[in-house]
């Protein structure tokens, strides 16, 4: 999944956090023109569910139709958001000591 985020980082998008945990992921990013972010989730979507049915012998669904989307407001909210992102690993597994799928890396 880390692949797929940040394949077209810079191009259709700017990311600034995401986190891949095992049963959901949020993302942090600001499309570019032209780009809209169902277009974005969607080649995401697709891009991961062809990979893990190619490579994983997986079929049918891997995810949910809907998302939920947000928009930032102001810079609080912004931080509140990129703050829940870098934690959300150790919220969920409080004794880790790293974790891999999170970006960018938790420099604490």
């Known amino acids: 999944m880390t692949s797929a985020l940040k394949q077209f980082e810079g191009k259709r998008y700017k990311l600034t ?3 891949v945990m ?9 499309t570019m023109e032209p780009y809209r972010l169902e277009d974005v989730i ?9 990979r ?16 939920f989307d ?4 102001n810079q609080g909210e912004f931080t509140q958001k990129f703050n ?6 150790w919220t969920r597994w409080p004794k880790l000591a790293t974790y891999k799928w999170l970006w960018p890396v938790n420099s604490e």
């Open 42 to 50: 969607h080649s995401w979507k697709s891009f991961t569910t062809n």
């Open 70 to 73: 947000r928009i930032v407001r």
């Open 22 to 30: 095992n049963d959901h992921i949020h993302v942090l990013l600001s």
């Open 52 to 67: 893990m049915q190619r490579n994983h012998g997986r079929s049918g669904r891997v995810w949910q139709e809907e998302y």
């Open 84 to 89: 829940y992102i870098q934690g959300n690993p």
């Open 17 to 19: 956090a995401f986190v």
